[in-house]
């Protein structure tokens, strides 16, 4: 019996009726899903199940199940309920064993207004029944054509390998593993959604943050599911992937840092805690053959009530979608079993700040029985580069906002650079960012020279140029904005002169963001060059090809997305398509040389945007920063 649907009610098996279900039949689809979502591996909804109209949406944050303490259930008795059992319909009961088995027959009945709970019956036996909410998200996101094309069956394999279906239907949620597995089943217990505790927010607990459906704001666990996917079907058979979390690292002593991840292990799980290690291992040719593995921080009270609450090992494979989830602390006893039978292993170095209980550094050093390590980076590159539509929003989002911030700041007159330095990193916060980026730059006058100047702690005088480097991050993915404004918000002969040699050349390089341009940033970069030094020479440099780096010294621009400059190793020279994200960054520093011009010695200019490449033209994603001389000005008029 799949799940089944009854007139917008969801009913799952619980593990207690696990036991008296005859072996999956083989060609069923291997899903998992959290909180109503599934995730499935080959993109498609199995035949026999039916989605929720468009009206409806999962159970609400303020429930819990009965099955390891998560979402589904009320926290009214589950005795409540089976008075209102008869309603359901048709029912047959199969006696299995030592069990009672309802199938209920998907019959709409208008007599389904009931709250969620749950029926007991005969030996432990139990069905969780949800009632959904409006607004139910899509089975599956949309795939652009630019992410379809990482999809394709690999080459490599000349017969498909058949898989184990290891899908279970568990506590109100398919749960992946458990079925079919050695591994224990779990025990029924009450918990309430008051006491689910997880060491990033989820839906069930932080719905202000996130949507139903979603492992991390605005990517769902579909996307995730279809990232892991992507990245087995570019692999050869029988291939096991390696990669290692971030770990905590310290300011000084023992003040620590805000946790980041590591982006690729981010990129394929959405796990934004560190002692952790991903493990993909390729079992077959079709798509979804393969078994994913998390080894992560086992709940510990104790190191809880100090540190906060941790995900957990349950909530790796019931949240997180993982086949099998281990304690972190098990990890030196089964993975040189799986490394073992490799055919190839695919990790990146990892960095010289490890911890003992998950370092691979140890593991892998002295090992001549397995395959030698290939290089993944490469390989998350090409995947990573071209954004779907889903990280593209999260990077809009975070331009959008940040744009409005940067812009608000010309508005205002400042005297101190650490006063917009605060006011740019709390308007991203307040406004919806996770927060910063990166460290601002904010320098007036000559310090705008500097290309990286994050000391922030002089003071702008009049006369000057205001330069700001600064983005916010949501979602994890970021936006890069630069722009240069007069402290006065009115621009001197010089100042209009130099902001409209470089403003000129950015607007130009800009629009060859697009894929129909057959351009690389190198390209663009040339071209960046070229430009500069026309509209240099025609304000009064005495400047060349030979010697414009001495006042452009960096490239033009960058990929974005993860992190500041993303996909590190990626080739500039790539031609840019749908779905790459760029920046586009031309700057004249002026240092205080008689080689230049007088009336421009000490200024620094810099415009960046960040930006979507798309078929025919560019999306830029941060269009509400101002930059033309009339709109800067009408600020402050």
Request: with cysteine.
């Amino acid at each position: 019996m799949g799940d089944e649907r009854l007139a917008g009610a969801t009913v799952h098996k619980s593990l207690a009726i696990q036991r008296c279900l005859p072996a999956q039949r083989t060609g069923t689809t291997a899903a998992t899903t959290y909180s109503g979502s599934p995730v499935f591996r080959n993109g498609s909804q199995p035949a026999n199940q039916h989605p929720h109209p468009p009206s409806t949406q999962h159970s609400s944050p303020a429930t819990a199940d009965l099955g390891g303490g998560f979402p589904g259930l009320s926290r009214k008795s589950v005795l409540d309920i089976t008075t209102n059992v008869a309603v359901l319909g048709r029912a047959a009961c199969n006696s299995v064993q030592d069990s009672i088995v309802f199938f209920f027959w998907s019959r709409p009945s208008p007599a389904l207004s009931f709250s969620r709970g749950s029926l007991i019956i005969g030996h432990g036996l139990s069905f969780s029944i949800s009632i959904p909410r409006q607004n139910y998200p899509k089975m599956k996101l949309h795939q652009p054509s630019f992410r379809r094309l990482l999809s394709r069956p690999s080459a490599l394999c000349s017969a498909a390998v058949p898989r184990v279906n290891r899908s279970t239907i568990a506590c109100g949620k398919i749960s992946s593993g458990r079925l079919f597995s050695n591994h224990p089943q779990r025990q029924h217990a009450s918990v309430s959604a008051a006491e689910l505790q997880f060491g990033q927010p989820v839906y069930e607990t932080h719905p202000h943050i996130l949507n139903p459906g979603e492992l991390t704001p605005g990517i769902t666990a579909q996307e995730y599911a279809d990232r892991r996917a992507a990245l087995v079907d570019l692999l050869p058979q029988g291939a096991v992937v390696v990669l290692h979390a971030a770990s905590l690292q310290y300011k000084s002593g023992a003040v620590f840092y805000p946790y980041r991840q590591e982006s690729n292990f981010f990129w394929l799980t959405g796990w934004e805690e560190p002692e952790a290690v991903a493990v993909i291992e390729k079992t077959g040719c079709g798509t979804g053959d393969y078994v994913f593995r998390l080894f992560v921080q086992p709940k510990n009270p104790r190191d809880e009530q100090w540190s906060g609450p941790r995900n957990g090992v349950q909530a790796a494979e019931d949240i997180f979608n993982a086949d099998e989830a281990y304690s972190i602390d098990g990890m030196g006893s089964l993975l040189p079993d799986i490394l073992n039978r490799a055919t190839s292993i695919y990790a990146d170095a990892q960095p010289a700040e490890k911890t003992s209980k998950s370092s691979l550094l140890d593991m892998f050093s002295g090992k001549t029985s397995w395959p030698s390590r290939t290089p993944l980076y490469p390989i998350m590159n090409r995947l990573r580069a071209i954004k779907s539509e889903a990280e593209v929003a999260n990077m809009r989002r975070a331009g959008q906002i940040s744009g409005r911030t940067i812009t608000d700041a010309m508005r205002r007159p400042w005297t101190r650079e650490r006063d917009l330095h605060a006011f740019l990193d709390y308007q991203f916060t307040v406004n919806g960012c996770e927060g910063s980026a990166y460290i601002p730059v904010v320098a007036g006058g000559e310090r705008a020279n500097c290309i990286h100047y994050t000391v922030n702690n002089s003071v702008f005088r009049e006369g000057e140029f205001i330069l700001v480097d600064a983005g916010g991050q949501y979602g994890t993915y970021i936006t890069d904005i630069s722009r240069t404004w007069p402290v006065t918000g009115r621009f001197t002969a010089a100042q209009r002169d130099l902001y409209e040699a470089v403003l000129t050349v950015q607007r130009k390089s800009v629009d060859l963001c697009r894929q129909n341009a057959r351009m690389s940033l190198e390209d663009i970069h040339g071209l960046t060059v070229r430009g500069l030094v026309e509209s240099l020479r025609s304000i009064g440099f005495d400047v060349s090809n030979a010697n414009i780096d001495q006042l452009f010294p960096h490239h033009v621009g960058h990929y974005i997305g993860l992190d500041v400059h993303d996909c590190p190793g990626y080739s500039r020279r790539e031609l840019l398509r749908r779905g790459h994200c760029v920046t586009i960054e031309p700057g004249v520093y002026v240092p205080d040389d008689e080689r230049w011009p007088a009336h421009f010695r000490g200024m620094g200019v810099r415009i960046e945007d960040s930006i979507c490449v798309d078929e025919t033209e560019p999306h830029i994603l941060t269009t509400e920063a101002v930059k033309e001389i009339a709109d800067i000005e009408a600020l402050r008029a």
